[in-house]
């Protein structure tokens, strides 16, 4: 019997030991380890984009306009790359020969003059010293406001594009291209109490599935849950379908996107649409997909993703089961994990152009540029 009895308390010890172990390996890894896998990944995809993804001219897959360079080119300024780099002002000289009589900053006849405008808005402000794009950049932010969709457009406050801006060859506004726009608002100096900005906000709080003062849309009671799909206009669309009821399903790609551009447009953390849209957050912590999406638009919900949480402020957020999480270091460790040799980010779902190692390494970078550890 006294031998059985010690066999067993060397068990439960050796289990106890074993549980211990395991709970080390889960843990985090130091704060050291987290920077180093930081700076090898942007070091990586730094020399990949400069010497591998870059055309002759400057250009980033300029098959599909200048839209990829210029977010390419943001990602390296925000990385470290200086604007008088050669390569980098080759970039920027390519961006350069796309502005247009009125302001604009697109392929000529291009469909996604908006999308292009605002990328090369946020690559202006980032390159900008001792003023050089001071004058492009007010031009360019005339230009949105005008496309944007208002009263100009022969739209009123009740029409459900109002305050939106969207694809040309969709004909209606849409949450993707209305966050890029507040975003490229916001670097050109527009504060939250901007005509423009405040047009914006009475789109993006009709993209929420949260029914309120501030959207009285036919969706929004349909599916409440606090998140935001892509447009109610034209009818209503989400990239993720809909629900029984016939409501449009949220997703993460936008509801981050949601949140950024509703901060960036002065709604705070005490606003209905901010709480209702962190409580979905918590409820979809995931870092392995684009929660509801799955694969489709990953990296696209990467960078979502981290710019809306460093707009908030928060550096750990809690999920539905009371879990904190440390959202930059395990952003940074889901990346390393995916990054490819060469230094480079590849979906191997390339819906929304994420199979363009080009545009996805750019994503990465840019999301890893709201990461960096001290």
Not at 73 to 89: F, Q
Not at 139 to 161: C, H, T, Y
């Amino acid at each position: 019997m006294r031998r059985f009895v010690q066999f067993c308390v060397a068990g439960v010890v050796a289990c106890g030991l074993a549980a211990a172990d395991s709970r080390l390996m889960a843990e985090d890894p130091p704060a050291g380890e987290v920077r180093r896998q930081y700076e090898e990944m942007v070091a990586k995809a730094t020399s990949f984009l400069l010497t591998k993804g870059r055309g002759s001219d400057g250009s980033y897959s300029s098959f599909s306009g200048p839209g990829v360079t210029s977010l390419v080119t943001t990602s390296l300024l925000r990385n470290g790359a200086s604007p008088t780099d050669p390569r980098i002002e080759a970039s920027l000289a390519y961006i350069r020969e796309r502005i247009q009589p009125d302001g604009g900053i697109y392929q000529p006849g291009s469909l996604y003059r908006n999308y292009e405008t605002c990328l090369a808005m946020l690559c202006f402000t980032e390159a900008n010293r001792d003023g050089k794009y001071d004058q492009t950049l007010k031009r360019a932010d005339a230009f949105v406001k005008g496309i944007q969709w208002d009263e100009e457009e022969g739209k009123s406050e009740s029409d459900l594009g109002y305050g939106g801006a969207g694809y040309g060859s969709h004909k209606r506004p849409d949450l993707s291209n209305t966050t890029f726009l507040i975003e490229a608002l916001k670097a050109t100096g527009n504060g939250a109490d901007s005509e423009a900005m405040q047009r914006a906000l009475i789109f993006v709080s009709r993209c929420q599935n949260l029914e309120s003062e501030h959207n009285t849309t036919a969706f929004a009671a349909k599916n409440p849950d606090g998140g935001f799909y892509y447009t109610p206009d034209a009818g209503g669309t989400s990239q993720a379908g809909t629900t029984d009821s016939g409501g449009l399903r949220s997703y993460a790609s936008m509801t981050y996107a949601g949140l950024k551009s509703m901060i960036y447009a002065g709604v705070g953390p005490e606003d209905q649409r901010v709480k209702a849209a962190y409580t979905w957050i918590g409820k979809n912590y995931d870092l392995a997909s684009n929660p509801g999406m799955g694969s489709s638009g990953l990296y696209y919900y990467y960078h979502t993703f981290a710019k809306a949480l460093d707009a908030m402020g928060v550096d750990q957020v809690e999920d539905e089961a009371g879990v904190k999480h440390d959202w930059r270091a395990e952003l940074i460790r889901e990346l390393a994990k995916r990054q490819q040799p060469d230094g480079s980010w590849l979906n191997e779902n390339d819906r929304w152009l994420e199979g363009d190692p080009n545009l996805v390494t750019g994503y990465a970078l840019l999301a890893l540029s709201y990461c960096k550890t001290n």
